[in-house]
């Protein structure tokens, strides 16, 4: 089992624990991050694709999550 090491880009294949997302996104390798929060490759266990998962601090006093994801609906509107 792989657990995503926090200070380490790579897996950490001597841990134990699996991080999935949403029960349907299983977090592969941490490819950057900033004040905010954290973007992963990760498995999409329903499409079985690979996908980037932003993910972002519980504590975080201005969430920007909601935001981004209307500006990308808009984007996605556009483009269809």
Do not use: C
């Not at 349907?24 to 999409?44: C, E, M, N, P, V």
């Not at 996908?51 to 500006?71: D, F, H, S, Y």
């Amino acid at each position: 089992m792989i657990e995503i090491n926090e200070n380490n880009d790579e897996y950490d294949s001597r841990q134990t624990e699996i991080k999935i997302i949403a029960e349907r996104f299983l977090l592969k390798k941490k490819i950057g991050g900033g004040s905010f929060g954290q973007i992963y490759l990760a498995h999409d266990l329903e499409k079985n694709i690979s996908v980037a998962v932003k993910t972002e601090r519980i504590q975080a006093i201005v969430p920007q999550l909601p935001g981004e994801l209307w500006k990308l609906r808009i984007e996605i509107y556009k483009i269809y």
